[in-house]
C-alpha cells in the first residue's frame, strides 16, 4: 500500500533529519585524526574533549523527550537541525581544543533531542508506520556511512576547518526544508480521546514508571546496552586513528595522483557500509532468534574480533587481514543493534515503551561515551593491546548480562508475550 501524503511528508522530513544526526556524528572520528595532528595535546585530554560532546547526545534524550511533548516534535527536529550545523561551524573557527569542547558539546546537546522527537512524530502522525520506520532507518545508516565518507574525501582537498563548515550545509538546507514542509502530527491518533497535547507525564509519574520499569528485566538490559554502547562508541571513536597509525597502511604505495588519499579513512568507511548490510540482517534474524540468545552470541563474536584485532594491528601485519576483520567486525557491530532494541520490545510493557527507549538511548549514547575518555587514557598512557583488552572486556560484560537473562528465563518472563520458551 502506497504512503498517504501525510506520511511522506513526515517521512521526508524525518529522513533527512536521521540521516543528518548520523551524519555528523560519524565524522567526528575523521576529524579527530586530524585534530591530534593539528593541536599539541595528547589522545589521553583530546578523549575526554570527545567524551564531554558525545556525552550529551544520550544524556539529553530523556530531557529532548520532554521536550518533545511540551514543545512539540516538528519544532524540536528543526531546533536540532539548526542546532547541530551552528555547532560545526563553530568547529569551523575553532583555533584552540578549547573551541573544539565548545562546538562539540553544543552538537551533542542539539543531537540528543533528534531520536525521541523523530520516532515521537512517526509514532503519532504515521498510519503506515512500519514502513516509515524501515526507510528511517536506511536514512540514519546512509548518514552514518556517508559523513566520514564525504569528510575524508574533502579534506584530500580543503583544510579542515573549511571541510567543517561544508558539512554544516546539508543541515541548513534541512532546515529550510523543514519549515516548509506540512503534515499533521498526530494524523495516526487523531481519534485517539487519550492523545492531545496534556498528556505529557509528570515528574511523579515519571519517577513512578521509571522505578517499575527498573524493577523489572529492563533493568539489566539497560546495563547490558549500557556495555554496548561502550564497545561501540570506544571502538569507532578511535579505530580511524589506529588505522592510521599502522605502517600497512600509512606505509602504502598509492598511484600518481591519489597521493592525498588517506586509505585508512575509507577502510573505516568500508566497515561502516558493511554495518548496514549486517542491521539488515541482524533485524531480520530478530524475527527467528529470540533477544537474550542472540545477543548473547553476537556479544562472544564482539568480543574475539576485538581481541583479534591485536594480532592483526601489530608491527607488520598485513593490509589483507586489517580490511577483512574490518569488514567482519562492521558488520556484527551493527548486527547486534536489532536485538537490544528488540530485548527493549520484549521486556517491557507497552504503555512504557516510550519511556524504556529513552532510557536505552541514555544508555547507548550516554553512558557509553564514557568509553572514549576511557580509550584515549588506555591509548595515550598505556598500549594498543590495553585498549583492545579493554574493548573486548565490555563485549565480555554484555554477554554476562545476557547470560543472565538466559538462566532467568523463569524470572523475567516476557512483558509483551512474545516467544521466549527456550530462554
Known amino acids: 500500500m502506497a504512503l498517504n501524503a501525510n506520511d511522506r511528508s513526515i517521512a521526508g522530513f524525518t529522513m533527512a533529519g536521521h540521516a543528518l ?26 578523549g575526554i574533549v570527545v567524551a564531554l560532546g558525545y556525552a550529551p547526545f544520550g544524556l539529553g534524550a530523556l530531557p529532548g523527550g520532554i521536550l518533545a511533548d511540551r514543545y512539540g516534535t516538528k519544532r524540536l527536529v528543526l531546533v536540532c537541525l539548526a542546532g547541530m550545523s551552528l555547532s560545526f561551524l563553530v568547529l569551523s573557527l575553532a583555533t584552540s581544543i578549547y573551541t573544539i569542547a565548545v562546538g562539540l558539546i553544543l552538537w551533542g546537546v542539539a543531537a540528543s533531542v533528534y531520536h525521541p522527537a523523530g520516532l515521537a512524530l512517526i509514532s503519532t502522525g504515521v498510519e503506515d508506520r512500519g514502513t516509515v520506520f524501515a526507510w528511517h532507518g536506511i536514512a540514519g545508516n546512509a548518514g552514518i556511512a556517508l559523513g ?166 601489530a608491527t607488520g601485519g598485513g593490509l589483507g587481514p586489517i580490511v577483512v576483520l574490518c569488514g567482519v567486525l562492521g558488520f556484527f557491530l551493527f548486527a547486534i543493534q536489532p536485538f537490544y532494541q528488540n530485548a527493549v520490545a520484549v521486556y517491557t510493557p507497552p504503555d512504557a515503551r516510550g519511556l524504556s527507549y529513552g532510557y536505552t538511548y541514555l544508555a547507548e549514547f550516554g553512558f557509553g561515551s564514557a568509553s572514549i575518555a576511557l580509550g584515549g587514557f588506555m591509548l595515550g598512557e598505556l598500549s594498543r593491546t590495553a585498549f583492545f583488552v579493554l574493548i573486548a572486556g565490555f563485549a565480555v560484560g554484555g554477554g554476562l548480562l545476557a547470560g543472565v537473562l538466559l538462566a532467568g528465563s523463569g524470572r523475567f518472563a516476557p512483558a509483551d508475550g512474545a516467544l521466549e520458551a527456550d530462554d
Open 148 to 313: 566520514p565518507f564525504v569528510a575524508a574525501t574533502l579534506l584530500i582537498f580543503l583544510e579542515w576547518s573549511l571541510v567543517a563548515a561544508v558539512l554544516a550545509v546539508p543541515g541548513v538546507v534541512a532546515v529550510l526544508y523543514g519549515l516548509s514542509a506540512t503534515f499533521d502530527p498526530t494524523a495516526a491518533v487523531a481519534d485517539d480521546a487519550e492523545a492531545g497535547p496534556d498528556e505529557a507525564l509528570s515528574l511523579s509519574d515519571l519517577l513512578g514508571n521509571t522505578r517499575t520499569l527498573f524493577a523489572s528485566a529492563f533493568a539489566v538490559v539497560f546495563v547490558l546496552v549500557t556495555f554496548e554502547g561502550l564497545y561501540y562508541r570506544g571502538m569507532l571513536t578511535y579505530l580511524p586513528e589506529i588505522l592510521h597509525a599502522l605502517p600497512a597502511i600509512s606505509g602504502l604505495a598509492l598511484p600518481a595522483g591519489l597521493e592525498g588519499i588517506e586509505p585508512a579513512d575509507y577502510i573505516y568507511v568500508g566497515l561502516l557500509v558493511v554495518g548496514m548490510a549486517g542491521q539488515y540482517a541482524g533485524g531480520k534474524l530478530t524475527g527467528r532468534v529470540r533477544p537474550a540468545r542472540g545477543l548473547a552470541g553476537l556479544f562472544v563474536v564482539l568480543a574475539a574480533l576485538a581481541l583479534l584485532f591485536i594480532p592483526v594491528t
Open 21 to 46: 544526526v548520523h551524519w555528523f556524528e560519524t565524522s567526528i572520528p575523521i576529524f579527530l585524526v586530524v585534530w591530534l595532528a593539528e593541536f599539541d595535546v595528547g589522545v589521553a585530554l583530546f
